[in-house]
């Protein structure tokens, strides 16, 4: 396995087979120069890379602790982190001479990334999403048609993230010599979620660079959110083998980890397979998965990428969780003190940085990653502070 006992590639037929073309192909290109300079390239000239590492200084002066700096992969373009990976794996799906690009999406946001890289490298693209995702996600579904992708509605089960992921397996078993499945998260059967941290490792790289040239150090804490888990391993993986510096995962725990509506994988979960992977996992009592609950579409999957599993159990990562409410409160405290509004999956990292930062020195620093924008996030959180919209 690639992450102790976690990780494999429990999928079987025809989906085995396009999954070990994947690997073979990614093996090629993992050392090849070319390919990550192509890659390097399209993250600086059309994504925006790098991220500005931002010193949000009035959150620190009010929390009266840590420093705080923020990671802002907000400021990316299509606004989140998820254009690092869809750029690499579109890039390998080119390489392997795929002209369609099929995805699953939750929310939206990483069909919307997919859409906006098969429109720039001209490739056919096809988002699956399940029905109750697609309605409260309309203007998503129009953003992603806009970019020329089509949209597959999904109607299995309970109509969101995890049938979309098998609906769109099952669509790319059926056309694997021209299509690419390419995943939105760390997670998945073996190369994905190796590969996936490959293409988001970036953002370690670059806060460690950056924090090096304004303060000559490392961070003691970084602090990322955790629903597949691309972004904090993007976040880590630099760090993991420094072991000063502390790692915190934080998880959506919905309407409270006493409540079946959460979706704190690695606090609750126990080992076994999802999406071909062996991992933590939340299941029912009748070994079914469970359904999960987050305010936060994009951090409301049962599963969670093998290394996070690896991570937790070494104690190299700790996991916590923060509620809806919570991240709603951090949501509006940052909004108002730096003039930023985070997605709402980020405000999860944030709650817990507002809980640490003032029990810290004020010679130490936490990095904070700003996995997302959060303008997606604005109608929603209006609805759930009863604010009356007219539209
Ligand atoms: C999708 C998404 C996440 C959750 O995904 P990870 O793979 O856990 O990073 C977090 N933040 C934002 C802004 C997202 O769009």
């Given at each position: 396995m690639e992450f102790?006992?976690f990780g494999g590639q429990f999928v079987g037929g025809e989906v085995l087979q396009a999954v070990k073309e994947v690997e073979r192909a990614y093996a090629k290109y993992a050392d090849d120069?070319?390919f990550?300079?192509?890659?390097?390239?399209?993250?600086?000239?059309?994504?925006?890379?790098?991220?500005?590492?931002?010193?949000?200084?009035?959150?620190?002066?009010?929390?009266?602790?840590?420093?705080?700096?923020?990671?802002?992969?907000?400021?990316?373009?299509?606004?989140?982190?998820?254009?690092?990976n869809v750029?690499g794996q579109a890039l390998l799906a080119k390489r392997m001479n795929k002209t369609k690009l099929i995805a699953e999406?939750?929310?939206?946001?990483?069909?919307?990334?997919t859409?906006?890289?098969a429109?720039?490298?001209?490739m056919e693209c096809e988002i699956h999403?399940?029905?109750?995702?697609?309605?409260?996600?309309?203007?998503?579904?129009?953003?992603?048609?806009?970019?020329?992708?089509?949209?597959i509605?999904v109607?299995d089960?309970?109509?969101?993230?995890k049938e979309a992921v098998d609906s769109a397996l099952c669509a790319w078993s059926k056309e694997l010599d021209k299509s690419f499945y390419l995943i939105g998260s760390a997670v998945g059967p073996h190369p994905y979620p190796k590969m996936v941290r490959e293409f988001?490792?970036?953002?370690?790289?670059?806060?460690?660079?950056?924090?090096?040239?304004?303060?000559?150090?490392?961070?003691?804490?970084?602090?990322?959110?955790?629903?597949g888990?691309?972004?904090?391993?993007?976040?880590?993986?630099?760090?993991?083998?420094?072991?000063?510096?502390?790692?915190?995962?934080?998880?959506?725990?919905?309407?409270?980890?006493?409540?079946?509506?959460?979706?704190?994988?690695?606090?609750?979960?126990?080992?076994g397979v999802i999406h071909g992977m062996n991992t933590?996992?939340?299941?029912?009592?009748?070994?079914?998965?469970?359904?999960?609950?987050?305010?936060?579409?994009?951090?409301?999957?049962?599963g969670?990428g093998p290394?996070?599993?690896?991570?937790?159990?070494?104690?190299?990562?700790?996991?916590?969780?923060?509620?809806?409410?919570?991240?709603?409160?951090?949501?509006?405290?940052?909004?108002?003190?730096?003039?930023?509004?985070?997605?709402?999956?980020?405000?999860?990292?944030?709650?817990?940085?507002?809980?640490?930062?003032?029990?810290?020195?004020?010679?130490?620093?936490?990095?904070?990653?700003?996995?997302?924008?959060?303008?997606?996030?604005?109608?929603?959180?209006?609805?759930?502070?009863?604010?009356?919209?007219?539209?």
């Amino acid at each position: 396995m690639e992450f102790g006992k976690f990780g494999g590639q429990f999928v079987g037929g025809e989906v085995l087979q396009a999954v070990k073309e994947v690997e073979r192909a990614y093996a090629k290109y993992a050392d090849d120069l070319d390919f990550w300079s192509e890659f390097k390239t399209y993250l600086k000239e059309y994504a925006n890379r790098p991220s500005l590492l931002y010193y949000a200084a009035n959150l620190t002066e009010m929390l009266g602790g840590a420093k705080i700096y923020l990671k802002r992969e907000d400021l990316n373009h299509t606004g989140s982190h998820k254009i690092n990976n869809v750029l690499g794996q579109a890039l390998l799906a080119k390489r392997m001479n795929k002209t369609k690009l099929i995805a699953e999406t939750g929310a939206g946001q990483h069909g919307v990334a997919t859409a906006t890289i098969a429109a720039l490298f001209g490739m056919e693209c096809e988002i699956h999403m399940g029905y109750e995702d697609v309605i409260k996600q309309s203007m998503n579904v129009y953003r992603m048609e806009l970019l020329g992708a089509k949209v597959i509605i999904v109607h299995d089960g309970l109509k969101t993230l995890k049938e979309a992921v098998d609906s769109a397996l099952c669509a790319w078993s059926k056309e694997l010599d021209k299509s690419f499945y390419l995943i939105g998260s760390a997670v998945g059967p073996h190369p994905y979620p190796k590969m996936v941290r490959e293409f988001q490792k970036v953002i370690g790289e670059e806060i460690k660079e950056q924090l090096h040239s304004k303060e000559q150090r490392l961070p003691d804490y970084v602090i990322a959110c955790v629903g597949g888990g691309s972004n904090a391993i993007g976040a880590f993986y630099e760090f993991i083998n420094h072991e000063e510096v502390n790692l915190i995962g934080v998880e959506a725990a919905g309407k409270g980890l006493d409540t079946k509506e959460h979706a704190s994988t690695i606090t609750k979960g126990v080992e076994g397979v999802i999406h071909g992977m062996n991992t933590i996992c939340l299941f029912e009592e009748n070994g079914e998965i469970s359904p999960v609950y987050s305010l936060s579409a994009g951090l409301d999957y049962p599963g969670v990428g093998p290394e996070h599993a690896y991570l937790h159990e070494t104690k190299r990562v700790k996991y916590v969780s923060a509620t809806d409410e919570e991240a709603v409160r951090a949501f509006e405290v940052l909004s108002r003190v730096e003039g930023i509004i985070p997605a709402i999956e980020s405000a999860h990292a944030l709650v817990e940085t507002i809980k640490l930062a003032p029990k810290l020195n004020k010679d130490q620093i936490i990095v904070v990653n700003l996995s997302g924008r959060g303008d997606k996030d604005v109608k929603q959180i209006a609805k759930y502070r009863n604010y009356e919209l007219v539209d």
